[in-house]
């Protein structure tokens, strides 16, 4: 049929399917802002406006808007005229990974021009079918509410300015909030997403999932799939090769257990891939799933993990070729312990020990891009694979050997990228949507609905963790333990490597000279365990962070002063480093710079904390709240992290100069959104002494750029950014040598600043003249250099919150009133876009203790795979964040730089739970904290206080005093 409606202020006429949506529509007619998050109408990345109104148009069918008015982020501004919104969106540094942001800017331009004054709350509501994971909607509120009122003629009169922490005269570009190198494009539709590249002859690929726990394949009949027209291909296991691999993309080789295969003939968690499809449409590729008929030998699944290694177990992976399981036929995927002085030695000596047990759920990371891959062959030949990752030169690694391609045949590209937080760290759709080209020569495109997003990637991991520490009457830690037990999910990708961290990244953060840990992680019949923002240690924190909080109240001291008495200290050593890396023996790591007491202080005077603590008279609960039935508390906890994995972690960085002064920098680090083509940009404008707008950056192409591991472990400023500044001083330091031949004087003493090189006589030279000399003078060189870098120092950035909750007594509902965040980072190379990342961290920690949990039935299957049912939380959801600054000067980072995209979020959940403990007195160990929970915790409180059995140290919990 064919419709005729207003895009834009454009008429158009298309041809469209009854039951196509608006959404498919706008993208066929070229809009590139309007994306893909769920299909449901929940996510709001492809909100537009209708008539004026704001909607989601993946629920409205396109035949609906004959005769009517479109609207979509591209009809709202462009780079050349951009709206008010989108440059104060952009000048704000709410823009990280930009998917959802534009349709975020559309439900705000509507609600503008509804209410040019918004108040905050009616802001929040604006934007409130508007999920975003990587912020914590902060500075997309601080940015309407700048357009908010104003005189908004389409023009750049709200651009923020730029601004840094303190006066700082060592550094022109570094330490500056400069704009994103890219930012125009993320808020205006421009800037090119995995689906955004266009394909001739794309065909669309869609995998068959079990709908079984744990079962056999015993019969796979594909006939009538293959006998549709429209299809160009069907896979099976008996199709493909079979070649065991991790589908983690880790450094090689992979150090956890080669378990997985392409396709197999046996299914381990409902949603385990069965066969996948190659069709002309999506619709034509799901039906061909549907007629493929198979026949299951359903087994017996494990889904409880304290029971996966009990004797008569259902054996999960009992294939003969996966290789790197301790034990297989218990389900064991891997044990870790490392020990640092006599513990039981420090536990006899105490005076108090105290044990409790903590356990953590099942989360999903849900960027707002799912799992997306389109592959193709070039006019080589070779396999071009562009997709959303955050480890391109891994993917190339693992799909060639997977697909037996070789590795110079394969190029893997990222484009923008809609959110990682570690979820794109492995291989999830890269390598059968290869095959499925390699199987038609035609372009493929495979992305996961939402449903397969929340089920059939990666997850974090679940865990029940007993921690156990001696301390002496005057509060000094005498020894502690710390025993975990890890479900890794159907496949252990990360089964290894993420319950190291939850040791290794937590126990260093209070000194004891006794420490114990110990981990096995087994298998289940459930989703797989992988990367997840904090990747082990907001597990480990929640634990430690609450049961050191426990200690305090036992003993009668001050919980931040308790903290304190016994944290790590700069010039310290962290003791279980050297025994405890990832999935192995590490480095040793000195304590260089720790801002954590400063970290406290700001956060302390921020939060109001002494005056709160001294309003509290002994043994009271809170405070009253809005509601006679409510109670205010509040809750502290510290963290400390890493930057990056000290001996594996290599970057590496070109750099070329060009004849007018601007330099290309080529980057194998990939930014998920975090900013880091711009923070690399700045470093390498700083030693280079051009403007950030001068360094052109390029990065994520396995035939372009240079090596890198990817984006994770919190490496890319620490790790990467040292590659660029290597590389920059070398070219820098070979400019100048040009530059000494014109001035006629040496090259010593030369500095290159202000776009210029000056001799110290005062004379100087402008780098176009000194680039044009080099390239077109006698000797006729390309200035280009390439470093590497790979350390074995991990510095620790530091973090310290507050919490303030209240409590419904009587419903059990936990309202997150105020959140305050510091975070020691070393020098903040570019302080809004940390100030960004600290905020998205807290929401989605936030998240973690209160809402989130993917649930599954008796057979295993997930009930809320979708965006209704799993809570995520939204702007009406969350709280004021404050985020808040600590700069050291880290001597081993570049530009004395720390990491900080990952530190925030292990301080949330145990702050959380502290602050919920101080407002009612009753201790929660098991997240989320729901409401049912809650009042269950309450509930119990009074049943022991009614028979004089409270439960303040722990005794009852398997402690001893």
């Given at each position: 049929m064919e419709l005729r409606?207003?895009?834009?202020?454009?008429?158009?006429?298309?041809?469209?399917?009854?039951?196509?949506?608006?959404?498919?529509?706008?993208?066929?007619?070229?809009?590139r802002g309007v994306k893909s998050g769920c299909r449901t109408g929940s996510c709001g990345t492809c909100t537009v406006l209708l008539d004026g109104r704001p909607v989601p148009s993946c629920t409205v069918l396109a035949a609906q808007v004959e005769?009517?008015?479109?609207?979509?982020?591209?009809?709202?501004?462009?780079?050349?005229?951009?709206?008010?919104?989108?440059?104060?969106?952009?000048?704000?540094?709410?823009?990280?990974?930009?998917?959802?942001?534009?349709?975020?800017i559309v439900s705000a331009k509507a609600l503008l021009d509804a209410n040019p004054c918004p108040s905050d709350d009616e802001?929040?509501?604006?934007?409130?079918?508007?999920?975003?994971?990587?912020?914590?909607?902060?500075?997309?509120?601080?940015?309407?509410?700048?357009?908010?009122?104003?005189?908004?003629?389409?023009?750049?009169?709200?651009?923020?300015?730029?601004r840094r922490l303190a006066e700082d005269d060592r550094y022109a570009t570094v330490g500056w909030s400069v704009e994103k190198t890219e930012g125009i494009g993320l808020v205006s539709g421009r800037a090119k997403y995995t689906d955004d590249f266009a394909f001739e002859g794309l065909l669309h690929a869609r995998i068959k999932r079990s709908p079984h726990a744990h079962a056999r394949i015993v019969s796979i009949d594909a006939s009538k799939a293959r006998a549709l027209e429209g299809v160009h291909a069907v896979l099976t296991h008996e199709d493909v090769p079979r070649v065991p691999h991790s589908t983690a993309?880790?450094?090689?080789?992979?150090?956890?257990?080669?378990?997985?295969?392409?396709l197999d003939r046996k299914v381990r968690f409902v949603g385990d891939r069965v066969a996948a499809v190659a069709a002309e449409t999506p619709v034509l590729a799901k039906r061909a799933c549907d007629l493929i008929e198979v026949e299951y030998e359903v087994l017996e699944p494990v889904l409880d993990f304290e029971r996966a290694m009990d004797d008569g177990a259902p054996t999960i992976h009992d294939e003969d070729d996966a290789t790197g399981i301790l034990d297989a036929s218990r389900n064991l995927v891997a044990h870790v312990d490392a020990e640092v002085g006599d513990v039981e030695a420090g536990f006899a000596a105490a005076d108090r020990v105290f044990e409790h047990t903590y356990r953590v759920q099942y989360v999903q990371a849900n960027p707002s891009e799912p799992h997306i891959a389109v592959t193709s062959l070039d006019e080589k030949g070779r396999l071009v694979i562009v997709t959303s990752t955050q480890v391109p030169f891994h993917v190339r690694r693992i799909v060639s050997r997977v697909n037996e391609v070789p590795l110079h045949d394969v190029r893997v590209v990222k484009p923008r990228i809609g959110g990682g937080f570690g979820v794109k760290q492995e291989v999830v759709v890269e390598d059968v949507c290869a095959a499925l080209t390699l199987a038609t020569r035609r372009p493929v495109k495979l992305s996961l609905d939402r449903s397969e997003e929340l089920v059939a990637s990666r997850t974090r991991h679940p865990q029940i963790l007993r921690l156990k520490t001696g301390v002496a009457a005057d509060g000094t830690i005498l020894a502690r333990e710390l025993t975990v037990l890890t479900n890794t999910g159907a496949y252990g990708s990360h089964g290894l490597t993420v319950p190291s961290n939850t040791g290794s990244k937590s126990l260093p953060l209070y000194r004891s000279p006794a420490i114990a840990f110990s981990n096995d992680t087994v298998y289940t019949n459930l989703p797989v365990g992988g990367a997840c923002r904090g990747y082990g240690a907001p597990q480990g924190y929640f634990a430690l962070d609450s049961h050191t909080d426990e200690i305090a109240h036992a003993l009668g001291m001050d919980p931040a002063e308790f903290r304190l008495m016994n944290a790590i200290r700069e010039g310290d050593e962290d003791p279980i480093a050297p025994k405890l890396g990832e999935g192995k023996e590490g480095f040793r790591r000195v304590i260089r710079t720790n801002g954590l007491a400063e970290c406290w202080s700001r956060v302390s005077e921020d939060a109001d904390w002494d005056a709160w603590r001294a309003e509290l008279k002994p043994g009271e609960?809170?405070?009253?709240?809005?509601?006679?039935?409510?109670?205010?508390?509040?809750?502290?906890?510290?963290?400390?992290?890493?930057?990056?994995?000290?001996?594996?972690?290599?970057?590496?960085?070109?750099?070329?100069?060009?004849?007018?002064?601007?330099?290309?920098?080529?980057?194998?680090?990939?930014?998920l959104g975090t900013g880091s083509d711009t923070i690399l940009a700045q470093m390498a404008a700083e030693v280079l002494g051009v403007t950030p707008e001068k360094i052109v950056?390029?990065?994520?192409?396995?035939?372009?750029?240079?090596?890198?591991?990817?984006?994770?472990?919190?490496?890319?400023?620490?790790?990467?950014?040292?590659?660029v500044v290597k590389a920059a001083e070398m070219v820098r330091d070979r400019l100048l040598v040009h530059a000494a031949t014109i001035l006629g004087e040496g090259p010593e003493g030369l500095t290159c600043a202000d776009g210029k090189v000056t001799a110290p006589s005062g004379r100087s030279v402008p780098l176009p003249e000194v680039a044009n000399a080099a390239m077109y003078g006698e000797e006729k060189e390309q200035v280009s250099f390439t470093a590497s870098n790979v350390t074995l120092d991990c510095p620790p950035p530091f973090a310290a919150a507050c919490c303030t909750?209240?409590?419904?007594?009587?419903?059990?509902?936990?309202?997150?009133?105020?959140?305050?965040?510091?975070?020691?980072?070393?020098h903040a190379i570019n302080p809004a876009l940390a100030e960004g990342q600290i905020e998205g961290a807290v929401l989605m920690g936030l998240g973690y203790a209160l809402s989130e949990e993917m649930l599954f039935d008796g057979n295993g299957r997930m009930v809320n795979d979708n965006l209704r049912d799993y809570r995520v939380f939204s702007s009406v959801d969350a709280p004021p964040i404050r985020s808040i600054l600590v700069e050291?000067?880290?001597?081993?980072?570049?530009?004395?730089?720390?990491?900080?995209?990952?530190?925030?979020?292990?301080?949330?959940?145990?702050?959380?739970?502290?602050?919920?403990?101080?407002?009612?007195?009753?201790?929660?160990?098991?997240?989320?904290?729901?409401?049912?929970?809650?009042?269950?915790?309450?509930?119990?409180?009074?049943?022991?206080?009614?028979?004089?059995?409270?439960d303040e140290t722990g005794v009852r919990d398997g402690g001893r005093t």
């Open positions: 409606f207003v895009v834009n202020g454009r008429d158009v006429a298309v041809e469209v399917e009854p039951a196509e949506v608006l959404l498919d529509t706008l993208r066929r007619l070229g809009s005769g009517r008015e479109v609207t979509t982020i591209e009809g709202i501004g462009d780079p050349d005229s951009p709206h008010p919104l989108q440059s104060a969106f952009l000048g704000h540094g709410a823009a990280q990974c930009a998917f959802c942001m534009q349709g975020m802001i929040r509501e604006g934007i409130s079918g508007n999920l975003c994971r990587c912020t914590g909607y902060v500075k997309a509120i601080e940015a309407i509410k700048d357009v908010a009122g104003a005189d908004r003629t389409p023009d750049l009169d709200h651009v923020v300015p730029m993309g880790q450094n090689c080789p992979e150090p956890s257990p080669y378990d997985s295969v392409m609960f809170g405070a009253s709240g809005n509601a006679p039935q409510s109670r205010v508390g509040k809750g502290m906890s510290f963290a400390m992290h890493g930057s990056g994995i000290p001996g594996d972690d290599m970057g590496a960085a070109s750099i070329k100069a060009n004849e007018d002064g601007s330099f290309n920098l080529l980057v194998g680090a990939t930014d950056v390029y990065s994520s192409d396995t035939d372009r750029t240079p090596f890198d591991v990817g984006a994770y472990a919190s490496s890319t400023t620490y790790v990467s950014g040292g590659a909750v209240e409590v419904d007594v009587e419903t059990g509902r936990v309202d997150v009133t105020d959140f305050v965040c510091a975070i020691d980072l070393g050291t000067d880290e001597p081993t980072g570049p530009f004395g730089a720390k990491s900080v995209s990952e530190v925030p979020v292990n301080v949330v959940a145990p702050a959380v739970a502290n602050a919920i403990y101080a407002a009612t007195g009753a201790r929660l160990r098991d997240l989320p904290f729901t409401p049912e929970k809650v009042l269950a915790g309450i509930a119990a409180l009074a049943a022991a206080d009614g028979t004089g059995e409270r």
